[in-house]
């Protein structure tokens, strides 16, 4: 019965949806409908593929063009877009093929014309056989490009003679033709090109065969004297002259060598050659001469004369050093001093610059009038028990020779410093790093005031200290933020000082970024406004934090904030209304720290979350749903209670004529036989603890509660039947039927009594 | 009672449903974030995980690190205006896609010479299929075109006045300015290359301007390597990606979504959701009153 109720309303309610949903579905076609005019633009999907015939076969013309000019990167480079060209798959292929044999013509043209100009170079140096053997490449490409001009004969005419590039009664003057005839122009002057290389190779060929039947032409050099100053001119001539008949070759340019040096020359009418050349101040007791020509193409193969010596003349010196010591401290100084003589002019030379090497440091003086000098020499810092010094005198490009003095070793002492150093096991970027140590002397023990200390990270210099009087040091050094993550070179180094040597230290130094700690709450409230306010704090081993970027991600809101100073934050995530979110939930934290000695950090965390509103309202639903239940328990009891002393009393007092309270003013003959039914009905709920639904009828109520009735059961199935007749039959309802109902109201009455 | 029941719950019922239809079915006007057709931006958003952004005053206090998409299809305030200045300049990065629309008075604002021609720019040979959508194969060497070889356009303008140096991407010298919209083209027409994209630094934040927002759309998303270069630009975004949807055309559905979502709002303040939560317990508990009046007498 409530089955068959329950499929009659969602019937009702089934129309009322249906129309409710075909009502809410026009409104996205309302709004298609509504929509006011948008970008211009078009779905792909819908386009249908046009192909423009003219812009095609522009694009090969200026390919074809290009090719001409030998422009051959520019045309590997447009043949490359041409699969970006959107076209039919028939007229594709044909593409395709054509670019294809374009293509490699370019790359034949392009390595044609690179080796021809090698064999060209090759034939110009009268390298015969490497020529040769470039000409042969080039003949074979020539070829190649020959049958590739063939095909790309045939591969045009399929080309063209595509449809949509050949259509019929096509205009004489439109732009199609015009674009097709100027591809045919430009194959032709393809071909063309291909006949220039072939005659171009063909040249090189006929010049390698000429040249190899050729011979030298005769060059001879003389000296105008047999020896000559240091740095002055000398006069030279000689003759180029034909090696069969003698005749002097003119106007040809002749390169006079003199150690490297050339001195370019011209032959008059003669072949004779003349002019100067520099000797060089190179201090040699001779030097070499020689004549060469180049050749002349197609008709002189390249000569040399043979070599002319000239006696070169210098006066000689001799330089005297004198340190007046023979043993020296470091970091000491001393006086060395000394003559630069001629010796063959027995004269001092003055105003000559001397450099007094020792060990890597030069110190510079110039001589006296008498050919005297003196300058002070700082001995430098080793540790080796001696050290060299050496005078020396370059030369002034003149007549002079320069000349070194003697080398003078002298003993060497100095103390060893002793460093100390301790430095953090590992660094960040953009701190500050702290070193400790101390200096000593390894001798005395003692320490060592004074002296600069210096701190580098992979050689550059990160900053400098001073030791104190207990010789300690202390660096602080700031590391540049960019400095990459990893092991870096330390070197600490102690400066030397006044007969201390320095010394250094080196260490591994790790460089390394923290990983920020995130500290989160493990309990947020979501409040009415549908905000979670989450705070937390950002540190490192280092302290806080400061100006990190803080994302944090729950349920998919997203929300971002910045750590303070004290490196905390507070970040707000707004939710819309929803029951998802009490409960544990995973809060997602990502960090980017702002400085450059932390790391970037995602994290994840577990929080309880209590939403107000879902609390709230859950609680509302659950109460609301709990009184509906309890309310519905109370009037349709479905399970049949054994005790009835846990009833409540009767309302009425029971007894005979007890329904007769309720009589009604008015009332006819059937309203009391149903008054009388209804009382009794009532009290029938009451001692059946079973509800009598608006939906049951008489007989449906009086078939569920007869059992429950016992031995009274017929009397209300009898007073059911008598008020179904009074309700229903056409018959009129009269006194009889009063009395007969309230006789088994009376009855029905008792039962009370023994129930109670 | 009985008698206004049904067109009470008819009407409610109604309303309710529209309101369920209007928020759940995606819109279908351009550029639209939740639009899965073709004209759409759902793919894009869905892949880049991008924010939509109603609201210039919601603009991040700390752009770098951020880029913000705009397709100017609605005119700017001047309050706008001064707010996108100060989000480039901290460090922003702004990308503006224009092809017809207001994008040369944002431009133009930031001080830029470059402009949107705001004429169709057709290509009759690098292609798909129709010269209004044409391909885009000169591309310069910058990260921005890091492995991709061509892109795919949609009746997209170009740019003028772009510094050499500036320009990203090239239409090839096919392509002309159809300015009398006969799809081919006449005598008097600028042929090509024209620029399309182009990139500039200003204060710490980098402007992209490219000459047509349908590169983003779903049925334009995958063509070429449209992915890979919009991806290449927005590599330097780790801290979000927006798309201002405060000047993208409107439709009807739009209008209706934007009430919703104000209703929403302001349902969501306490004061209302307590005022709710009295009525749904008011409601509970009057009923349950009635029935036992009714049983009970």
New interface residues.
């Given amino acids: 019965m409530i089955l068959r109720e329950l499929v009659s309303k969602a019937q009702k309610w089934g129309i009322?949806?249906g129309?409710?949903?075909l009502?809410?579905?026009l409104?996205?076609a309302?709004?298609?409908r509504?929509?006011?005019f948008?970008?211009?633009?078009?779905?792909?999907?819908l386009?249908?593929?046009?192909v423009?015939p003219?812009?095609?076969l522009?694009?090969y013309n200026?390919a074809l063009s290009l090719l001409s000019s030998l422009s051959y990167e520019d045309v590997s480079q447009m043949l490359d877009?041409v699969k970006?060209?959107?076209m039919p798959g028939d007229l594709r292929f044909i593409v395709d093929t054509f670019s294809s044999l374009i293509g490699e013509l370019n790359a034949d043209f392009d390595a044609l014309e690179k080796i021809l100009a090698e064999a060209s170079a090759l034939i110009s140096e009268v390298q015969l056989e490497e020529a040769r053997q470039k000409l042969e490449e080039a003949e074979g490409l020539v070829a190649r490009s020959e049958t590739l001009l063939g095909d790309i004969s045939n591969s045009s005419a399929a080309f063209l003679n595509y449809p949509l590039l050949n259509l019929l009664g096509l205009p004489e003057g439109s732009p199609l033709s015009q674009a097709r005839q100027t591809f045919q122009q430009l194959l032709a002057k393809l071909e063309q090109l291909q006949g220039d290389f072939f005659a171009l190779y063909q040249s090189l060929e006929t010049k390698t065969v000429v040249l190899s039947a050729g011979e030298s032409p005769g060059l001879t050099l003389e000296l105008s004297r047999p020896q000559v100053w240091v740095g002055e001119t000398l006069t030279v001539q000689g003759r180029l002259y034909s090696p069969d008949e003698g005749g002097g070759i003119s106007g040809e340019e002749i390169e006079v060598l003199v150690e490297g040096t050339s001195f370019p020359m011209m032959t008059d009418a003669d072949g004779v050659y003349e002019g100067e050349v520099d000797i060089p101040y190179s201090y040699m007791p001779t030097v070499t001469l020689q004549a060469f020509y180049r050749g002349m193409e197609n008709i002189f193969l390249p000569a040399s004369s043979p070599e002319a010596k000239v006696r070169v003349l210098f006066f000689p010196t001799e330089l005297i050093l004198e340190p007046g010591i023979d043993e020296a401290w470091a970091g000491d100084s001393l006086i060395a001093q000394g003559n630069l003589i001629s010796p063959v002019e027995g004269k001092g030379l003055s105003g000559r610059e001397i450099e007094v090497v020792i060990g890597e440091k030069t110190f510079t003086t110039a001589t006296r009038e008498d050919g005297s000098y003196q300058v002070r020499v700082e001995i430098p810092y080793s540790d080796v028990p001696g050290i060299t010094v050496q005078a020396f005198y370059r030369g002034m490009r003149d007549v002079y020779q320069p000349v070194a003095s003697l080398p003078v070793d002298l003993i060497l002492h100095s103390y060893q410093t002793r460093l100390e150093v301790t430095v953090p096991q590992e660094a960040y970027p953009g701190t500050i790093a702290r070193l400790e140590g101390k200096v000593t002397s390894v001798e005395s023990g003692e320490p060592l005031e004074g002296r600069k200390v210096q701190a580098f990270l992979d050689n550059i210099l990160l900053s400098a200290a001073t030791t104190d009087s207990s010789g300690g040091f202390i660096i602080e050094a700031t590391l540049d933020p960019g400095v990459a993550v990893g092991e870096h070179l330390l070197t600490v180094v102690v400066e030397p000082q006044r007969f201390y040597l320095g010394t250094s230290e080196e260490k591994k130094w790790r460089v390394v970024k923290l990983v920020p700690q995130v500290q989160v709450p493990s309990l947020a409230f979501v409040?009415?406004?549908?905000e979670v306010q989450v705070k937390g704090k950002v540190s490192s081993s280092l302290g806080p934090a400061r100006g990190a970027?803080v994302?944090l991600k729950l349920k998919g809101i997203?929300g971002?904030g910045?750590t303070s100073e004290d490196g905390e934050f507070a970040i707000s995530l707004y939710f819309?209304?929803g029951l998802f979110l009490a409960g544990t939930q995973d809060l997602k934290v990502e960090v980017?720290a702002s400085e450059p000695w932390l790391l970037s950090q995602e994290d994840e965390h577990s929080i309880l979350v209590l939403d107000v509103?879902t609390i709230?309202?859950a609680s509302?639903?659950l109460?609301?749903l709990g009184?509906?239940l309890y309310?519905r328990r109370r009037?349709k009891p479905k399970i049949r209670v054994e005790s009835l002393q846990s009833f409540p009393q009767p309302r009425k007092p029971v007894g005979k004529g007890w329904w007769q309270s309720r009589e009604l003013k008015g009332e006819d003959a059937r309203g009391r036989v149903l008054r009388v039914y209804l009382e009794v009905a009532r009290m029938v709920e009451e001692l059946t603890r079973l509800a009598f639904l608006p939906s049951m009828t008489l007989r449906e109520f009086c078939r569920e509660s007869t059992p429950a009735l016992k031995g009274k059961g017929e009397d209300f199935s009898l007073l059911t039947d008598l008020t179904e007749e009074a309700l229903y039959s056409p018959r009129p309802t009269g006194e009889e039927e009063i009395s007969r109902a309230e006789v088994l109201a009376n009855r029905m009455g008792e039962l009370w009594k023994e129930r109670l | 009672m009985g008698s206004y029941r049904?067109p009470l719950?008819?009407g409610l019922?109604?309303m309710?449903?529209?309101a369920?239809?209007?928020w759940f079915?995606p819109s279908?006007?351009?550029?639209r974030m939740e639009n899965p057709f073709?004209?759409g931006l759902a793919d894009f958003s869905r892949e880049s995980q991008v924010?939509p952004l109603h609201s210039w005053d919601l603009l991040?206090s700390?752009p770098r690190?951020t880029t913000l998409i705009t397709i100017p299809?609605l005119p700017f305030t001047r309050g706008e205006l001064e707010k996108l200045e100060e989000y480039v300049s901290s460090g922003g990065n702004l990308i503006v896609m224009d092809?017809?629309?207001y994008g040369n008075d944002l431009l133009s604002y930031l001080g830029l010479e470059a402009k949107f021609s705001g004429k169709?720019m057709l290509d009759?040979?690098?292609?798909?299929?129709?010269?209004?959508?044409p391909?885009i194969?000169s591309l310069a060497s910058v990260p921005a075109t890091d492995g991709v070889t061509?892109l795919?356009l949609?009746?997209a303008s170009t740019l003028e006045e772009v510094p050499e140096a500036e320009v990203i991407a090239w239409s090839?010298?096919?392509s002309f300015l159809d300015v009398n919209n006969s799809q081919k083209w006449d005598t008097g027409e600028f042929q090509g290359p024209f620029p399309v994209a182009a990139q500039f630094q200003r204060g710490e934040g980098r402007i992209y301007v490219i000459a047509d927002?349908?590169m983003l759309?779903n049925?334009?998303w995958r063509?070429e390597n449209n992915q890979r270069f919009i991806q290449n630009i927005l590599g330097g975004s780790?801290?979000?990606i927006l798309v201002d949807e405060s000047h993208l055309?409107?439709?009807?559905?739009d209008e209706?979504k934007e009430i919703l979502r104000t209703v929403?709002l302001w349902?969501?303040?306490?004061l209302v959701?307590?005022a709710l939560?009295g009525v749904?317990?008011t409601l509970?508990?009057r009923?349950?009153r009635r029935?036992?009046g009714e049983?009970f007498g």
């Fill in positions: 009322v949806l129309l409710v949903v009502l809410g579905s409104i996205p309302a709004s298609l509504a929509q006011r948008g970008p211009p633009h078009e779905n792909p999907a386009v249908r593929s046009e423009n003219i812009a095609l522009q694009f200026d877009k970006h060209v959107d409040a009415l406004s549908r970027q994302t997203t971002t910045q819309s209304v980017k509103l709230g309202l509302a639903a109460l609301s009184g509906v309310a009037v | 049904l719950v008819l019922g109604v309710a449903v529209l369920l239809v209007i079915y279908p006007q351009d550029f073709w004209n924010s991040p700390s690190g299809y092809d017809y629309g169709p009759p040979l690098f292609n798909y299929r129709r010269g209004s959508l391909k194969v061509s795919l949609n009746h090839s010298r096919f927002p349908s759309v049925s334009m063509q780790p801290s979000g055309p409107k439709g009807a559905l209706a929403r349902m969501t303040t306490p959701t307590l939560v749904v317990v509970t508990l009923t349950l029935q036992k049983k």
